[in-house]
């Protein structure tokens, strides 16, 4: 089955410490979004990619970096996670605006972030 | 920019009871989706609805499109229908902004 993916579902990293979560995505989708959501709060748009086009939310942290090596797979960089960075990770994919049809978003079961 | 907002907050229901949530937003928008978040967190596509009525079993969604609002119908609820359910909106240019969500509690 079509499907997105999540890599690790759980991570534990300690203050400061460098950490990379991975999504990958077998629905051949031109946009990968990732979206950061802490307890009781809506998913929050933190960038997303459209083919290799990079967009930034304005008010997403410095600390965030993104990365898109090809197609199926981004990854999410946290340089130094703070304490206030412990949260869900969610990736999800679309077609596209303008491909043709629905532009419908999937998401990947997400990756749990804990910050010692 | 566009504000989505959600209706009820929270909402407790007897097992076999039917309820309405309502999604309200502020500007036109591209697409329209409802979905379930599960106890572990999984995003789970129920409609892509950006007008129209449609029906997938005991669900149902419509979107008024000219009038800025959108449903969701759950009938017959069963305790696996709890958790929170979210709409999210699609406006230009890719951006994608997310009600805060209606939590619902069914109980036996």
């Known amino acids: 089955d079509a499907m997105v993916i999540q890599n690790p579902r759980y991570q534990v990293t300690q203050f400061g410490k460098p950490v990379t979560l991975s999504c990958s995505q077998t629905?051949?989708?031109?946009?990968m979004y990732w979206y950061q959501q802490k307890s009781s709060q809506a998913p929050k748009l933190l960038f997303h990619?459209?083919?290799?086009?990079?967009?930034n939310e304005a008010d997403t942290p410095d600390n965030f970096q993104s990365r898109r090596p090809n197609t199926s797979f981004c990854f999410l960089d946290i340089r130094s996670p703070g304490l206030g960075d412990a949260a869900m990770y969610l990736c999800?994919?679309?077609?596209?605006?303008?491909?043709?049809?629905?532009?419908?978003?999937?998401f990947g079961p997400g990756t749990r972030l804990t910050v010692l | 920019g566009i504000q989505v907002e959600q209706s009820p907050p929270d909402l407790i229901l007897q097992e076999g009871a039917n309820s309405t949530l309502r999604c309200n937003f502020s500007?036109?928008?591209?697409?329209l989706q409802w979905f379930h978040q599960n106890p572990w967190g999984q995003l789970i596509n129920l409609f892509y609805?950006?007008?129209g009525t449609k029906q997938n079993g005991r669900l149902s969604a419509t979107t008024v499109a000219t009038e800025r609002y959108s449903l969701l119908y759950i009938s017959s609820s069963q305790t696996t229908d709890s958790g929170v359910y979210f709409c999210?909106?699609?406006?230009?240019?890719?951006?994608?902004?997310f009600g805060p969500g209606t939590s619902l509690s069914v109980i036996p």
């Open positions: 999210a909106v699609e406006t230009s240019y890719d951006k994608v902004i």
């Open positions: 990619y459209y083919d290799k086009d990079f967009n």
């Open positions: 629905l051949n989708h031109n946009v």
């Open positions: 999800a994919t679309s077609r596209g605006p303008g491909v043709g049809g629905r532009n419908e978003q999937f």
């Open positions: 609805i950006p007008s």
């Open positions: 500007d036109s928008v591209n697409n």
